[in-house]
């Protein structure tokens, strides 16, 4: 979709990514926007398949390859944690890692030597289910984890290549980004929020590709946000956001 170059801006960050990070990660938790449960689910597998949950892309990307080992004892950590918070989590040791996890980090870790474990979105969609996720998961961070967030900051795939994605993304990246600026509860409570914001039902006809943010922003907590990358896809402004 769109020119050559269209992921190439992004793909390059993708790519540089580790060497942004204090430390390399002993562990991946991914929560991508292409997997949605009753509850939350776990992949637990100890070497996950892939799944390619798209359809009417070239014959190689269905051979793409990422063969990253999952990490069972993690899922049983992260169970623990989300089980606490009182929340509903299954234990999916058949499911694959979708596209949304699959496709950049094939970009960024190529080596696929770091185990990786995908969590699900809770398919009601609630932000602030997916923000008390994100604080359940916290001390993750403090025991090597990585918790990454696959989504995209505007996702309306009706609008790309039009005026209207350039503006209503422009103007709701901009409410983004202020937002995330804030700490804690006041951070958390325009997220709640976000229907309210400018352009928000255009930049999200459906806010699966949000929520992944905001389990993230949920495990940060009062650390402040960076703008890791802004750029154009197919006349739309998106941003990727770093915490800590």
Known sequence: MGPPDTWDALAEWLRALPAMLPEAPR???????HWETEGFALTTAQQPPLLYDYYGFPPHTYELK???????????RVSALVREAGFNVAEDAKRGLDHGVFVPLKLSFPEAHIPTVQLSLDRRLDPERHLAL???????RDE??????????????QHFQRSLARD????????????????????EERLRAWQDAPAARIAHPR????????????????????????????SATVSAFRFG
Request: proline share 7%.
């Open 27 to 33: 562990a991946l938790l991914v929560i991508s926007a």
């Open 66 to 76: 990422w063969p990253a080992p999952g990490d069972p004892a993690l899922a049983q």
């Open 134 to 140: 994100g604080r359940a998961l916290a001390p993750l």
């Open 144 to 157: 090597g984890v990585l918790i990454v967030g696959s989504g995209m900051s505007y996702h309306n795939m």
């Open 168 to 187: 209503a993304s422009a103007t709701f990246d901009a409410w983004l980004a202020d937002s995330l600026s804030m700490s804690g509860e006041a951070r």
């Open 207 to 234: 806010e699966e590709h949000l929520l992944p943010l905001m389990v993230v922003a949920g495990a940060a907590g009062a650390d402040p946000v960076q703008v890791a990358f802004r750029g154009a896809v197919m």
